[in-house]
Structures are given as C-alpha cells and as structure tokens.
C-alpha cells in the first residue's frame, strides 16, 4: 500500500513537500514515481526514480524545480517542489513498480496511492 501526503494551497514561488510511505511487510519494489492531474486533464508524468543507482526522470516543465528522491530504508519516496507555478496545480499521485525501471507510463505500475491535492494561487 502506498500513502501519499504533503499536499496544500501555496503561492506561486513557493515550495511544498510530497511524501509517499510504502507499508505491507511483503511489499516490494524496484522504482517509485509521481504522477498528476489537473482539472479537466488526462493524468501525466511528474518524476521517478529507481532503487539501485538510484537514476531519476523528469518531464520537462518541472527539471530544476522539483526533485525526486528516495528513502530505501523507510520505504519512502519525496517530492520536493520547488518555485510553484499555478499549472503545477493537481491531484498528485505516488506509484510504484515491482520490476524493471519506473516507468514513464501510467501502465507500468503495480500500485498506486491515494492521490494528495496541490493548489497553487497566482
């Protein structure tokens, strides 16, 4: 099971942390991502990163503003998020893969959290 937090209204500029904490004692994963969706849009890819070397992506309009990382330990994956824009604004999705690299598509995942709401105002 994956539970995703962190979310809130910000101002555009600001910054806000997602967290998303695996449990189950047989869950197993080799990669987490981010997705989002806003209002009236399809869901879309934000960020992953693998276990291992831990390599991380992310789509174009959030590199250097966001960053991914990875708590193997705790079995947590971060998103740290920074200089917000208003079309950042969307219900934020942690998911995670079993095997092979997280993918950039929707349909490579094996779970999925709840979903956590960024709001951010102009």
């Known amino acids: 099971q994956l539970q995703a937090s962190g979310g809130g209204l910000v101002q555009a500029g600001g910054s806000l942390r997602l967290t998303c904490a695996a449990s189950?004692?047989?869950?197993?994963?080799?990669?987490m991502g981010w997705f989002r969706q806003a209002p009236g849009k399809e869901r879309e890819f934000v960020a992953s990163?693998?276990?291992?070397?831990?390599?991380?992506y992310y789509t174009d309009s959030v590199k250097g503003r966001f960053t991914i990382s990875l708590d193997n330990a705790q079995n947590t994956v971060y998103l740290q998020m920074n200089s917000l824009k208003p079309e950042d604004t969307g219900v934020y999705y942690c998911?995670?893969?079993?095997?092979?690299?997280?993918?950039?598509?929707?349909?490579?995942?094996?779970?999925w959290g709840q979903g956590t709401q960024v709001t951010v105002s102009s």
């Open positions: 998911a995670a893969v079993r095997r092979g690299d997280a993918p950039e598509t929707e349909k490579g995942y094996d779970y």
């Open positions: 189950g004692r047989t869950f197993a994963y080799n990669g």
């Open positions: 990163i693998n276990r291992g070397q831990g390599s991380t």
